[in-house]
T-cell receptor, first 113, second 113 residues
Framework: SQQGEEDPQALSIQEGENATMNCSYK?????LQWYRQNSGRGLVHLIL?????REKHSGRLRVTLDTSKKSSSLLITASRAADTASYFC?????????????FGTGTQLKVEL | DAGVTQSPTHLIKTRGQQVTLRCSPK?????VSWYQQALGQGPQFIFQ???????QRGNFPDRFSGHQFPNYSSELNVNALLLGDSALYLC????????????FGPGTRLTVL
């Protein structure tokens, strides 16, 4: 079963605009990760944020984590056409689950020229 | 340094048949996890192999089985295929089951007719 949901399910923006995606999850976590998937192929790891962190940056990416609300957001600034893809959040369990990931339902981002 | 590789890329089978999918982990990795991603959904964890043993299993029936070889490569076997088994099957590898860092392969697209 899916850990939680992401919203919006789909997002269409113009190149240069910012894109924000949200993720909610259900259980306590060790960390939360964001992945990108192009055209139904393999997953590319974008960023990992641990349960004791509140915000993390990597290039044009900014991730926040609110463990009290069991939610996270991914912000992509100054979007480009190449950012068009599906984005998934995934959570790793707090104990005993190793690095087994539970994924959300994904957000389809389309960046138009 | 080759990343995670999977074969075949695409596969078409009919209901009731059996299928074997293969995964070679990234160099230096000893743990392999398998995920099933149905169209429009996030990946779901099937099972994980480490030291040639199944270490964790998701909510999948016994028709799904696997194997890990001494060189750390892995196979996923699905018996008595159902139409609902049509999906993208993703393999991920890591160094130890506890590692936060894991890499995904490009996937095998299985179509069951």
């Amino acid at each position: 079963s899916q850990q939680g949901e992401e919203d919006p399910q789909a997002l269409s923006i113009q190149e240069g605009e910012n894109a924000t995606m949200n993720c909610s999850y259900k259980t306590s976590i060790n960390n939360l990760q964001w992945y990108r998937q192009n055209s139904g192929r393999g997953l590319v790891h974008l960023i990992l944020i641990r349960s004791n962190e509140r915000e993390k940056h990597s290039g044009r990416l900014r991730v926040t984590l609110d463990t009290s609300k069991k939610s996270s957001s991914l912000l992509i600034t100054a979007s480009r056409a190449a950012d068009t893809a599906s984005y998934f959040c995934a959570t790793a369990p707090i104990t005993g689950g190793g690095n087994k990931l539970t994924f959300g339902t994904g957000t389809q981002l389309k960046v138009e020229l | 340094d080759a990343g995670v590789t999977q074969s075949p890329t695409h596969l078409i089978k009919t209901r009731g048949q059996q299928v074997t999918l293969r995964c070679s982990p990234k160099s230096g990795h000893d743990t392999v996890s398998w995920y099933q991603q149905a169209l429009g959904q996030g990946p779901q964890f099937i099972f994980q192999y480490y030291e040639e043993e199944e270490r964790q299993r998701g909510n999948f029936p016994d028709r799904f089985s696997g194997h890990q070889f001494p060189n750390y490569s892995s196979e996923l076997n699905v018996n008595a295929l159902l139409l609902g088994d049509s999906a993208l099957y993703l393999c991920a590898s890591s160094f130890l089951p506890s590692s936060d860092e894991q890499f995904f392969g490009p996937g095998t697209r299985l179509t069951v007719l």
